[in-house]
């Protein structure tokens, strides 16, 4: 759970939990015996127990308590977390006391119980409800309520690693599993004057992390100062490298390849978080009037528990905001990573000196996966006074990546499905108006590309590009590339460039189908015109036959595309045009640049039309 103000995150319930775990975990404790008002100040934040119960410890109290001095001093966070053994650790209350700028968090737990602590790895644990106070907020003063949260297999002495511990230079330490199951029942946050939020059950499992080359406390330390300087000079006129020492320069070098490492440091698993409900109210612009912001979640989900079984998604999202509103059913990602993004970085940072046009920013794009979103609507006033409200929805949206070459897909599928969008006079565009006039106040779009680069043929192949509106027409494409070598995904982009302008067409087929837009344009310009259809038929017929036939000459090839053509004005229905070049190479660019005449395209190409 978080609680944030404008500028920065206050506190995460499952975090903090794991502090005080730790805390209470750092020392050993005895056989059985009772802590009374337990405080432990760590700076910006305290801990305060009024009391605490250790039942079948390996430890007396004098042993827990030389932990606190002496020699356990100098014993490590880990170290004494391993020393932990007992049947149970419970406390009644518990509070946390976090101070950050000028805001003061308290976050109590309640009836907090630890069971089966063997080896500083805890079986489970489980705190029956909390609560939430802050105050120092610009937004007014914040409170809210958690419910039960527990977890199991719970393992201390990793967390301590990974939190003061460094690998050892060039070590690769094992990924070892952290938190087997996770399980908050929801919370309620009354914000202030910044609105409400509240949250359903959240349930996570598989959280894993590994010690990496710098103690995490420390990158987060150094990311604190990092944050805290930059709010220091909000304000500031100075020129923004005014103060770009070398030495600085070096720090904030180091400081992005620590941050890089925490990509490598944590594996997330699978969880899911549902019920999600805020009411917001951002802070209006000068002169507007301020406008809560309604927002639902149903589900959030990562990992095994989405349809993809990996990945992200979000499923019933709804907003309001005045008289806007608007939802999308899912929206999600599967296959989706930074791996190849944080490699290149890291290696851009250990080359700071290496001159900008050397760079190949292609390698910095990601690994795409697929991307879906599903059920989209948006309902927002009209844009003119006294005109209907705009509404435009969307039924799919996908986008499905194949495997990457330097950055480049070599397959590439969208789909656009059911994207209904009004036709408005409100863009004074002509068309917009002649739609209105032939009676088209939406439009109902679909669209579909998918292609794909066949490394053994040289060739990429689109299988399919089509575009088109519901109940006028639609276009369809299909055809070939060839001479298309691996060159074309190289990192050098003179030599991408030159591959790209060797490549060679073979074959081409284009199916136009009409489902009512031909119709309407000759009704309309028979309107506009004040003249019958039938003869506006006729004349847009004898366009298609006559003006064809003498643009394009008196080949094979251009009769038959002047004479489908016209078949098809004078009956709209399917008109379909294939193309092959007569060469086995292909139709190259150096083909088409050395024509004297347009017309000496058909000597090089087969070319056959239809109308049905």
Wanted: aromatic share 4%; net charge neutral.
């Amino acid at each position: 759970m978080i609680v944030a103000r404008p500028r920065w995150t206050t506190h995460l319930a499952g975090t903090a939990l794991a502090i005080v775990l730790m805390s209470l975990a750092s020392p050993g404790w005895a056989a059985d015996f009772q802590l009374d008002n337990v405080r432990i100040d760590l700076g910006k934040l305290v801990i305060n127990a009024p009391k605490i119960a250790i039942k079948g410890s390996t430890l007396e109290k004098d042993a827990f308590l030389a932990l606190f001095t002496g020699a356990a001093a100098s014993e490590s966070a880990a170290g004494r977390a391993a020393r932990l053994n007992a049947a149970e650790i419970s406390a009644p209350e518990l509070s946390l006391v976090q101070t950050v700028g000028d805001q003061k968090q308290t976050t109590t737990y309640r009836d907090i119980r630890l069971t089966d602590i063997r080896e500083g790895k805890i079986g489970h644990g489980e705190s029956a409800s909390g609560s939430i106070t802050a105050d120092g907020s610009a937004t007014g003063p914040m409170k809210g309520e958690l419910k039960r949260t527990a977890f199991d297999a719970f393992d201390l002495r990793q967390i301590a690693r990974v939190l003061t511990e460094k690998a050892a230079p060039g070590a690769n330490e094992a990924m070892l599993p952290v938190i087997g199951n996770f399980e908050q029942d929801g919370y309620s946050l009354d914000m202030g004057k910044a609105g409400r939020m509240s949250l359903g059950r959240t349930t996570a499992r598989g959280f894993a992390a590994k010690v990496g080359p710098e103690p995490l406390l420390d990158v987060m330390s150094r990311l604190a100062a990092a944050s805290e300087e930059v709010e220091r000079k909000q304000g500031d006129k100075k020129p923004a490298d005014a103060d770009k020492s070398p030495e600085k320069t070096e720090a904030e070098r180091q400081l992005g390849l620590s941050v890089l490492a925490l990509f490598d440091m944590f594996e997330y698993g699978s969880g899911e978080t549902r019920d999600l409900v805020m009411n917001v109210s951002p802070p209006p612009k000068a002169g507007a009037k301020a406008e809560a912001v309604d927002m639902r979640i149903a589900r959030m989900a990562f990992g095994e528990n989405t349809p993809a079984k990996s990945g992200f998604a979000m499923e019933g999202l709804q907003f309001r905001s005045g008289e806007a509103k608007g939802g999308v059913d899912s929206i999600a990602y599967s296959g989706f990573a930074f791996g190849s993004v944080i490699r290149e970085l890291r290696a851009a940072l250990n080359e700071p000196d290496k001159p900008i046009d050397q760079v190949d920013f292609r390698r910095f794009i990601p690994t795409l996966g697929t991307i879906r979103l599903a059920g989209i609507s948006i309902d927002a006033p009209a844009i003119i006074t006294g005109k209907e409200p705009v509404k435009i929805s969307l039924g799919t949206f996908e986008l499905k990546a194949g495997e990457q070459l330097n950055g480049i897909p070599t397959s590439l599928a969208l789909t656009i499905d059911k994207l209904v969008t009004p036709v408005s006079e409100a863009t004074g565009h002509p068309a917009a108006k002649d739609m209105i006039a032939m009676g088209i106040r939406t439009l109902d779009l679909s669209a579909k590309l998918d292609l794909a680069w066949e490394a053994a043929k040289n060739e990429i192949a689109i299988r399919t590009l089509s575009f088109g509106s519901a109940g006028l027409a639609q276009i369809e494409a299909s055809g070939t590339l060839g001479n298309v070598t691996k060159d074309l995904f190289a990192g050098d982009l003179a030599l991408a460039q030159v591959a790209a302008l060797g490549a060679t067409a073979r074959n081409l087929q284009v199916k136009l189908q009409n489902f009512g837009l031909v119709e309407k344009l000759i009704e309309n310009e028979a309107r506009k015109s004040k003249r019958k259809v039938d003869d506006v038929r006729q004349q847009f017929t004898m366009v298609a036959s006559l003006g064809l036939a003498a643009i394009l000459g008196p080949s094979d090839g251009a009769k038959s595309v002047a004479a489908a053509a016209s078949r098809f004005v004078a009956k709209p229905g399917t008109l379909t045009v294939q193309a092959s070049a007569r060469s086995a190479t292909g139709l190259g660019l150096a083909d088409v640049i050395t024509m004297t005449e347009p017309t000496e395209i058909f000597e090089k190409i087969d070319l056959k039309a239809t109308a049905e």
